[in-house]
């Protein structure tokens, strides 16, 4: 591990302000269930969204308050896991918390990338809703987005996970990975012609073959931002700020 990286993931206790009248406990004070473990959620704390919920054992939650990432126990498995370690879409633990019975933790994490192995922001897209309610009566369609950023934002962080998945796990004839091999002058050049297409499209062709063009653009910024070392998250935070 560099350098730069060991101390993006130093411990939750470096980074974490203290809150008025917080009391303090250790893990052996927690009430783990009778197989040694206890249900985590996890939260985005820059949006207060929920993320995902699973189970920690007692070594993983030592091992999320050393490293600031967050490790799981897969019950399926019988293993130690952490987040994002076949993905890359790690979760960095700036607090955990625990409930007043001790029974339940909260992690409140800044997330890379989706936390759903779908692709989405969050595990949490799907509306329960009365067996017999029409679709109209209960909000939206199960299968559809609660999330703030809505379905357009789901889309492009299952784009840029299906990109993010092609730099690591290249694939013979892939045009994503072709791109990704030219690196920036390669991917900026594609990103290029595909706006003025879009120019054109804009002035002289229909909708569907406008809203086709602005699509390529997308693809090809988020090809250009991986090669990069960047996220779509680097660029909503820039939106967000200048939306205020």
């Known amino acids: 591990m560099s350098g730069a990286l060991a101390s993006d993931h130093m411990g939750v206790a470096d980074r974490v302000a203290q809150p008025d009248e917080e009391t303090i406990v250790g893990p052996q004070e927690l009430a783990w269930n009778k197989s040694g473990l206890i249900p985590v959620v996890v939260q985005s704390a820059e949006s207060g969204q929920v993320l995902m919920v699973a189970y920690a054992s007692r070594q993983a939650l030592q091992r999320t308050l050393e490293t600031g990432l967050a ?5 399926s498995r019988q293993r130690l896991w952490c987040k994002g370690e076949t993905s890359g879409h790690y979760l960095h633990v700036l607090e955990v918390r625990t409930d007043c019975d001790g029974d339940a933790l909260l992690y409140r994490v800044s997330a890379e990338g989706p936390t759903c192995h779908t ?32 379905e357009a934002g789901h889309i492009i962080d299952r784009l840029a996970a299906v990109i993010a998945d092609r ?31 879009t120019a054109v499209a804009a002035l002289s ?6 809203a086709e063009e602005a699509a390529d653009v997308i693809y090809h910024l988020l090809v250009l931002l991986a090669v990069r070392g960047l996220r779509w998250s680097d ?9 205020r």
């Open 167 to 197: 730099q690591a796990n290249p694939k013979p004839g892939s045009y994503t990975c072709k791109l990704l091999e030219g690196g920036a002058p390669l991917a900026a050049r594609k990103l290029g012609e595909e706006a003025v297409e």
């Open 71 to 75: 490790h799981f126990y897969s019950r």
């Open 235 to 243: 660029v909503a935070r820039v939106l967000e700020a200048r939306a």
């Open 119 to 150: 692709g989405r922001r969050s595990c949490f897209f799907r509306s329960v809703r009365p067996a017999d309610a029409s679709e109209g009566e209960a909000g939206a369609p199960s299968g559809e987005a609660d999330a703030p950023s809505g």
């Open 205 to 210: 062709e229909d909708d569907a073959r406008l």
